[in-house]
């Protein structure tokens, strides 16, 4: 992973404070380790992006959402650079999230299983 200059790490920081309620409800979930005893990060700089959630061991991304990402061709770049240094990306919309946590959850600890 390349270091960010600042201004971007201070963009990580700030999407940080500012996470959607979905993104707050997923973290609960993922933080401490309550997953496959996984240690992920959130809104971790990776290359010139910022994950939503990184966990460095199992070389996993998860992102998460709004309708604004449909059809994105940004993020099919952005997925196809975090492929290209060794992670699995894990997309899941908003609305997923808050309504179906359980298998979001669920589909998070099967990609934890496959391995890296």
Known sequence: MVRLPPKDL????????KMTDAEILLWSKLRDRQIG????????????????????????????????HADSAGDKVRDQAMIASGYRVLRFWNNDVLGN????????????????
Not at 10 to 17: D, V
Not at 108 to 116: C, E, K, N
Request: charged share 35%; net charge positive; with cysteine.
């Open 10 to 17: 201070s963009k990580a920081r700030s999407l940080r404070r």
């Open 37 to 68: 005893d996984a240690k992920f990060r959130r809104q971790v700089p990776f290359d010139r992006y910022i994950a939503d959630f990184l966990c460095k061991e199992h070389r996993l991304v998860i992102e998460v959402d709004g309708g604004q």
């Open 101 to 116: 946590i359980e298998g979001v959850i669920e589909a998070i600890r099967q990609a934890l299983l496959s391995g890296p």
